[in-house]
């Protein structure tokens, strides 16, 4: 054990905990856990079962998880690799859900994250602040674009925008434009699934059906998709409609009553929309002139996944009114997300003694997961995290690319480490098979048959961690070429060379 490990030390002497020895590393484990930690470990079946007796799974057909596909149980990773309780190997193919950008098995994050808790997990986030967290604000701070400086911490993604959405609205009504309450997204998009992040997501049928009405006051215009344009028009003739139609939106609906437009720089839950150059240029222009807040969605795209800290920056000199980012903000390792702000919209929050935001969230700023996201940063800048995933995906660019020799690759886009593959029919008409024709779960089938996990419809969304080897990068493209012949074989397509 390292000997300025002393919080883990005196963890282990004081008995709460015991170290698991890895390496030249010790993994802190608590003591009321360490038995079951190695009983786990020698009955994956009972772990499987248990897991379908008690877990409910977020947004899966139980049907499908418990009959057909089985439940899987992961135990450990590393690096780019997943092992389930049975010890096989998976590529993370997703990096989870966009968020393991450091990568698996970060043991000096296990012991940042254990210090901090041993040291103070926890104070009113209502009150107060606590060391790790101020750090980690001024981090923040240093690396997102221009002057976006004031953090307001909170645990995940939906909560980022949920803050973010309120701080837009509460911000218009301090400024005296009391009636600036509605929110412009796009469709396509992706939110969060509290109730001001799914009203805002760009999919309403499947929330509208069971937790309806949803908030009132959003408006939604189309989302900058090139490959399936709602305007049916083409780059560059299009004069980019899909800029223009959020400003006539905001026209039609009176500027006076927009609070603020949300977007993410590259939409990615529903499909990886990379928008053209022009597109969020103008959306920052579109919505300055008309004192309306423009609120960047990074959540996904942030902390590396493009090919730059922040996908914002793909567009040189925008600079958002409000920022949001969690998932790749600490690689996972602990819950943490944040609303960035400008200072001149934090202005009015501090303008007198009785301003203050009237939103708060417990976990907010939590002191051991403010020490895992310092820790992820500071692996970021020694590893070259983020310049590395540049270069790797203009690399895996090619390999995607080619792809496309396949009648059924309609579309392949993506940056940095964030990548789609788009199915169609025909490449003519770009119809879709449908998420559970026989050919889309033949290639969910054969990827994950050869231990490549991600998620897999008329898009295969791709995104593994940014630490990824070259070498498993053209696994995954070799896996999923494979995967496609097998599937055009059996609609009796053939492939093309
Ligand atoms: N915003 C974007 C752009 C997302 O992609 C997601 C989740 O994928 C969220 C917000 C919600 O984040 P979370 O699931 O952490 O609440």
């Known amino acids: 054990m390292n000997d300025d490990k002393t919080g883990i030390r005196e963890a282990i002497e004081d008995g709460v905990g015991i170290a698991v020895p890895d390496g030249d590393m010790s993994l802190l ?24 007796a008690h877990v409910w799974i977020h947004t899966r057909n139980w049907v499908e998880l418990a009959e057909q596909e089985g439940m899987r149980v992961f135990d450990r990773g590393e690096g780019e690799f997943l092992y389930d309780v049975y010890g096989t190997q998976y590529i993370d193919g997703l990096s989870g859900l966009w968020v393991v950008n450091a990568g698996h098995g970060r043991k000096e994050i296990a012991h940042a994250m254990a210090e901090q808790a041993a040291k103070l997990a926890y104070v009113s986030s209502f009150a107060f602040t606590n060391v790790p967290a101020v750090q980690l604000a001024q981090r923040i701070a240093q690396f997102t674009p221009g002057d976006l400086e004031r953090v307001f911490f909170c645990s995940g993604g939906s909560e980022a925008v949920e803050s973010a959405m309120k701080i837009a609205k509460q911000y218009q009504v301090l400024k005296g434009y009391g009636k600036r309450y509605k929110m412009i997204a796009r469709r396509g998009s992706y939110h969060g699934a509290t109730f001001g992040a799914m009203s805002l997501t760009g999919s309403r049928t499947p929330y509208e059906k069971y937790y309806g009405p949803l908030m009132s006051g959003v408006r939604h215009v189309a989302w900058p998709n090139c490959y399936r344009c709602e305007f049916g028009l083409t780059y560059p003739s299009c004069n980019v409609q899909c800029a223009r139609a959020v400003e006539q939106m905001i026209e ?13 720089p590259i939409s990615t839950a529903q499909g990886t929309v990379v928008p053209v150059p022009e597109y969020i240029p103008m959306l920052r222009e579109i919505t300055e002139r008309h004192g309306v807040l423009l609120i960047l969605d990074e959540v996904i795209n942030g902390w590396g996944r493009t090919g730059k800290y922040f996908a914002t920056e793909h567009s040189p000199g925008v600079v958002p009114d409000l920022m949001t980012m969690a998932k790749g903000l600490s690689s996972g390792y602990a819950p943490i997300a944040a609303a960035v702000a400008r200072p001149g919209i934090f202005e009015p929050f501090s ?89 889309i779960q033949c290639i969910k089938r054969e990827t994950e048959r050869d231990g490549l996990i991600t998620r897999t419809g008329d898009i295969v969304q791709l995104a593994p961690p940014l630490v990824t080897k070259k070498e498993t990068i053209d696994r995954i493209t070799d896996i999923l070429d494979r995967a496609i012949t097998a599937a055009e074989h059996a609609e009796g397509i053939t492939t093309g060379m």
């Open 29 to 52: 484990i608590p003591q009321e856990l360490a038995s079951a930690y190695d009983a786990d470990r020698a009955a994956p079946q009972q772990m499987t079962q248990a897991a379908l």
């Open 252 to 264: 039609f609906e009176g500027p006076e009553t927009v609070a603020a437009v949300i977007a993410e």
């Open 351 to 439: 303008a007198d003694a009785k301003s203050a935001i009237s939103h708060g969230i417990t976990f907010g700023g939590h002191a051991a997961a403010a020490a895992a996201a310092l820790k992820n940063i500071e692996i970021f800048e020694r590893e070259g995290l983020v310049e590395r995933a540049a270069t790797m995906g203009a690399y895996w660019k090619t390999g995607l690319h080619d792809l496309k020799k396949h009648p059924t690759v309609g579309d392949v886009r993506g940056i940095g480490m964030l990548w789609a593959i788009e199915f169609v029919k025909n490449k003519e008409t770009k119809e879709r098979w449908g998420n559970d024709s026989a050919f």
